[in-house]
C-alpha cells in the first residue's frame, strides 16, 4: 500500500510538536545555536515578503507578457536592450530574493536571455530603497552612492553581454512547467505559476541561510580589524564576506559603514558584490536555473563584480581608500 | 514529493508566518516595520496552498486528468526546517555576542549638525544609539547637563560597565551594537550585574570632545539605576 506523503509531512510536523520543548532547551542553552538559528530565522523571513512579491508578479508578468511581446518592447540592438534591462532595474524595489524567480520567468534563449539576467543583478542593487539606505548609511559622502550605483550597473551589463557572447542555453538545466500548457482558467495559470516559483526558491534559500547562519558564527571578528591600509587583500576579505555574511540589499550598508577599520575602496566592493552573488543567491540560482548554470554564472558574476567594485571605487572615491 | 505535501508546506510556511507576526515574535529576527508586509505575504502563501487545494479536489471530482505531476525535487522538504525552525523553536533574540562587528555601530563620517531638542520632562529615554550620534555630531548641545533615561543590557567592556542595545537595520543578520559606558559611583553597582542583565539608567552624559568621530563611546554619569524586565521590541 502506498503511504500518501501528506501524511509523512503531518507525521514529522508531529513528531516536531512533541519533540518541541526538547529542541527549544537545547538551541536556548547553545549562545552559537541560538544566535545560528535567530539569523537563518532573519534571512528567511527578511526574504519572505520579498519573494512573494517576486513570485507574485513573475507569475502575472508570465501570463501577461509574452516572449514576442517583450521583443517588441526591448530595443533591437543586443548592447541597447542588455542596458535597458539594467536601468529598469531601478523599477523594482527590494531586496535580491525576488528578483530570482522574476528573471527565470522571463528567461529566453538570445538576447531576452541576458536582459532577463541583466536585470537579476541590477534591481536589487540600484532600486530607489537600496540608494536611500545607503545614503543614509554613509552621510556627507554621496559619493559612496555614486559609486554603488555605477559598479553595480557596469557588473550586470557585463555580466549581461557576457553571456551573450559565452553563455550556453544547455546549462540551463531546470525547466519551469510551462504556463501556457496548463489548461484552463488564468487564475489557475497564475496559482500553478507561482506556487511553482515560491516552492523551489524558497526551499534553496533554505541552504542558503542555513550556511549564512552557520558562518556568521564561524567568522571570527578579528577578521575585520586586520585589514586597515591593506588594499587588495581588504578587497579580497571584503568580497568573500559579502559572499558568507549573505545580507540583504537594503540593510548592507549599515554594515559597511559600521565597519570604520576596513578602506573605503573594499567596502565599496562589499556593497557591489553581495547584492549580485552571495552564498544564498547560489542556491536559488542552481535550484531555479540548475547546478550547471550557477557553477559558471556565480563565480564569473562574483570576479567581474569584485573588479568593478574595485576600479569604480579607485576612480570615484580614488586616494579616499 | 507530492503535490499534496507540496501544498502541505506552502500552507505550513504561510501559518508560521502569520504566528510569529501576530505573537510578536518576528521582532527578534526582523524590522517591526516588516509587519504588515509579513500579514500580506502570510496571507499570500495560504491562498495559494487553499487555491491549490481546492483545485485539485475538484478536478479529481470531475476526474479531470491529474495534470499536477510534481515539478519539484526533494529539496522542497528543506521548507520544514524553517516551519520548525519558527514555529517549534523560536528562537531568542540575539545575544550582544553575535553581533557582526563589535562595539559600534553608527557612521563616524557624519557631519556634525544641531540635532533636534530632547523631549519635555524631567528625565527623558534616549534611545543608545541615539545617545552615541548626539554625543558625537550635535552642534546645538542637547545632551549638555541634561538628565537622561537609557535602557540596555549590561556590556562588560573590559574594565569598563556599559549599557548596550543591539541595532538591526533589515534583519537580524546585520545586527551591531551601540553603547554607552557608565561613569559615577553608581558604575561599581552595575558592574555586579552579570553580562546581559536589563537596567534603566538615570544619568548626564559626560561631555566628550564632540568631534563627529562615534567610535568613541560616550559615558553616562549615573544619578539612578534599577534592573527591569526585558523589553518586548529586544533591538534598538
Known sequence: ?321 | MSRESENTLLLLIGLATGMITITGAFTRYVKPALMPWLYVTAAVLIGLALAAMIDDVRRRANHEGHQGHSHANLVTWLLLLPVVVLIFITPPALLPQASVPSVRTVPTEALRRPFAPLPAGRAPEVPIPSVMLRAAQDSAGTLNDRLITVVGFTVHDGDAVGLGRLVVMCCAADAQLAQVHLGGALAAEARRYPEYTWLRAEGIVQPGPANGDSSVIPTLEVAALAEIEPPEDAYA
Open chain 1, 1 to 321: 500500500m502506498r503511504i500518501d506523503p501528506v501524511w509523512v509531512v503531518a507525521a514529522v510536523v508531529a513528531a516536531f510538536a512533541l519533540l518541541g520543548t526538547t529542541l527549544r532547551s537545547v538551541v536556548y542553552e547553545s549562545v552559537e545555536l541560538s544566535t545560528a538559528a535567530t539569523v537563518f530565522a532573519g534571512i528567511f523571513v527578511q526574504a519572505l515578503p520579498f519573494l512573494a512579491l517576486g513570485v507574485t508578479l513573475s507569475a502575472l508578468l508570465a501570463i501577461v507578457v509574452t516572449p514576442d511581446r517583450l521583443a517588441r518592447w526591448l530595443p533591437r540592438r543586443p548592447s541597447a536592450a542588455v542596458l535597458t534591462a539594467a536601468v529598469s532595474g531601478a523599477a523594482l524595489p527590494g531586496c535580491e530574493c525576488g528578483s530570482v524567480p522574476l528573471a527565470r520567468r522571463q528567461f529566453r534563449d538570445g538576447v531576452l536571455g541576458s536582459a532577463a539576467l541583466t536585470f537579476m543583478l541590477a534591481a536589487p542593487a540600484i532600486n530607489p530603497i537600496v540608494v536611500v539606505s545607503t545614503a543614509v548609511a554613509f552621510p556627507g559622502q554621496p559619493l559612496m552612492v555614486v559609486a554603488r550605483v555605477a559598479a553595480s550597473l557596469l557588473t550586470a551589463v557585463v555580466m549581461g553581454l557576457a553571456w551573450l557572447r559565452w553563455g550556453r542555453t544547455e546549462w540551463i538545466t531546470r525547466r519551469l512547467p510551462p504556463v501556457c500548457a496548463e489548461q484552463g482558467p488564468r487564475w489557475r495559470m497564475f496559482v500553478e505559476a507561482a506556487r511553482h516559483d515560491f516552492l523551489v526558491a524558497s526551499s534553496y534559500l533554505v541552504i542558503g541561510a542555513a550556511a549564512a547562519a552557520a558562518l556568521h558564527v564561524l567568522v571570527p571578528k578579528w577578521v575585520f580589524e586586520r585589514l586597515s591600509g591593506q588594499l587588495l587583500l581588504g578587497v579580497l576579505v571584503m568580497a568573500v564576506l559579502a559572499v558568507v555574511l549573505a545580507l540583504c540589499s537594503e540593510g548592507d550598508a549599515f554594515v559597511a559603514a559600521g565597519l570604520t577599520m576596513v578602506p573605503l575602496v573594499p567596502r565599496l566592493v562589499f556593497l557591489v558584490v553581495g547584492p549580485a552573488i552571495d552564498i544564498k543567491l547560489f542556491a536559488m540560482q542552481a535550484g531555479m536555473f540548475g547546478r550547471a548554470f550557477a557553477v559558471r554564472f556565480a563565480p564569473a558574476t562574483f570576479v567581474v563584480a569584485t573588479a568593478m567594485g574595485t576600479i569604480v571605487g579607485l576612480v570615484v572615491l580614488g586616494s579616499g581608500w
